[in-house]
């Protein structure tokens, strides 16, 4: 499952630089994750790194519409690693 950033975000920019795959990037109202490099952290780190800095409870979130498994993942990582 990718994650996404909720209009809960407060804009502090501290998810960013935490992203091993650079999916998050500063959007127009708040921070924004691409779905397609979001891995959750799988294959790097037990947690996602974003949510684990983020100041706001409810400004990182199960993103609804991609649902992946963790074998989906870390095929994903393994794709993004060669590219």
């Given at each position: 499952m ?7 975000c407060?804009n502090c920019g501290?998810?960013?630089p ?7 990037s ?5 921070f924004?994750?691409?779905p397609e490099?979001c ?5 790097y ?7 684990e800095?983020c100041p ?12 992946e498994?963790?074998?989906?993942l870390?095929k994903?990582k393994?794709?993004?690693s060669?590219?």
């Amino acid at each position: 499952m990718a994650l996404m950033i909720t209009d809960e975000c407060i804009n502090c920019g501290a998810c960013e630089p935490e992203c091993p795959n650079d999916a998050i990037s500063e959007g127009e109202e708040f921070f924004e994750i691409d779905p397609e490099k979001c891995t959750e952290c799988v294959g790097y780190y037990d947690e996602p790194q974003c949510k684990e800095v983020c100041p706001v409870d409810e400004a990182i979130v199960q993103h609804p519409d991609y649902q992946e498994s963790k074998e989906d993942l870390l095929k994903k990582k393994e794709a993004l690693s060669k590219s």
